[in-house]
């Protein structure tokens, strides 16, 4: 199985890095993990909406330019639906067993995404209706996915 993970901006957070290295190395396990990181749009404070959608569609472009052929594509959007640990393993497990192995997830910048990003995707997930730094919202990832992979193979994890 493998899993990528395209995220907008990079990280500069020690402890981000540290946890994303920790939860990388544990889902070494179960996955091919790949983490891609595109450069963000400096957006000033007050955006119009036209300008707002110009850096979307830019960060969507670096997005796309990264996404391979075939992949199940699931998007973290704040409209997406919710799901609970289990039901969010049930819906890897239903991918594998759809032969979909290659599955790619997309973090936006602090603007989000690009709609037409978000209507191209298979599946739009949100993490929380809580609001998170994009950069966190990695680490926050990677956790529930190895959460996912432990409810799967039937693995205790804490609760």
């Known amino acids: ?26 889902l070494s396990r179960f996955c091919e993990l790949k983490l891609i990181e595109v450069q963000d749009e400096q957006a000033p404070d007050s955006l119009s909406g036209a300008q707002e959608g110009q850096i979307k569609r830019k960060e969507a472009d670096r997005i796309e330019s990264k996404l391979k052929e075939g992949t199940f594509l699931i998007v973290l959007d704040v409209k997406g639906m919710r ?41 739009t997930i949100s ?7 994009h950069q966190l919202t990695r680490l926050i990832l990677l956790e529930q996915l190895f959460r996912a ?11």
């Open 149 to 159: 992979f432990k409810i799967i193979h039937g693995e205790t994890y804490h609760k």
């Open 1 to 26: 199985m493998k899993i990528t993970v395209v995220a907008v901006g990079r990280l500069k957070e020690r402890f981000l890095k540290d946890g994303i290295a920790e939860y990388s190395k544990r």
């Open 127 to 133: 993490l929380s209706d809580m609001t998170f730094p």
């Open 83 to 123: 799901k609970t640990s289990e039901e969010f393993a049930t819906t890897l497990q239903g991918c594998f067993n759809a032969g979909r192995s290659n599955i790619t997830f997309v973090i936006g910048g602090s603007l989000g995404l690009d709609t037409e990003l978000v209507r191209r995707a298979d599946l």
